[in-house]
């Protein structure tokens, strides 16, 4: 067997047998992992604690035949608690895990995925607003290739300086809809939640945090869970608790 170490993320858990666990991670250096905690569901487990979904750790692993690696080391980096102990939090930073769970590829190491993630649960705990969830799925689907185009019409081309209105998203094409050709298809966007999602993209997403939530956040944030979502071609089953 192989041994390594590395940090991650836990996205996700799953109860093996009478003590055992099994632990989804999005790792920093060896992508998204599945391993065998063994025996840490018995009473004074060293490390049952650490091994819960949003925790940031060091871990050290045995990597063995089957597709389940063996964790026996773990150390916390960072549990935080901050998002276990707010509601809004705690459903906003799950939908945000089962996101990369869905993106990423396993043992396909994703650097920049995980770096994202861990910026966006840290950005989350210290500022509990809506918009940290919609703002990573956006950049989760930049990060994909699937830039929403913002800039012209994705049907007719034409753009703001031809005196063009934006009055749809279509998620099929990844891009705004013009007054004409977003009369009957498309999703409703507001010129308001337009420049919101600009923001987002156009690297001014603490501007954005520091304004109070409103009913522009969430337009903007259940846009992002729909294109997500069609990306995905699934629901996120934690997009209900949202």
């Not at 991650?8 to 989804?24: A, P, Q």
């Not at 840490?40 to 692993?61: N, Y």
């Not at 034409?158 to 809809?177: K, R, S």
């Not at 729909?226 to 071609?233: A, R």
Request: charged share 25%; net charge neutral.
């Amino acid at each position: 067997m192989t041994l390594y170490r590395d940090q991650g993320v836990v996205l996700r858990t799953i109860k093996l047998g009478e003590t055992d666990r099994i632990v989804t991670i999005l790792s920093q250096g060896h992508g998204k992992i599945r391993a065998v905690a063994k025996g840490v569901r018995k009473p004074g487990s060293r490390f049952g604690a650490r091994l819960e979904p949003m925790t940031h750790l060091a871990f050290q692993c045995y990597r063995g035949r089957s597709e389940l690696d063996i964790v026996n080391q773990v150390e916390t980096i960072d549990a935080n608690r901050a998002l276990r102990e707010h509601y809004g939090c705690l459903t906003h930073a799950i939908s945000m895990l089962e996101a990369a769970d869905q993106v990423a590829q396993d043992r396909e190491p994703n650097p920049a995925l995980y770096r994202m993630l861990v910026r966006a649960l840290l950005t989350l705990a210290a500022n509990p607003s809506p918009l940290v969830s919609g703002a990573f799925f956006w950049k989760l689907l930049s990060l994909e290739g699937y830039h929403p185009m913002l800039d012209e019409c994705v049907r007719c081309g034409t753009t703001e300086d031809d005196g063009c209105e934006y009055v749809a998203f279509d998620l099929d094409e990844g891009g705004l809809l013009c007054a004409d050709c977003g009369r009957f298809a498309g999703k409703r966007i507001s010129a308001e939640a337009l420049v919101q999602l600009r923001r987002i993209l156009g690297g001014e997403l603490r501007a954005a945090l520091a304004e109070p939530p409103g009913p522009v956040t969430v337009e903007t944030e259940r846009l992002a869970l729909s294109s997500l979502e069609h990306h995905l071609e699934r629901k996120l089953r934690s997009a209900a608790l949202l």
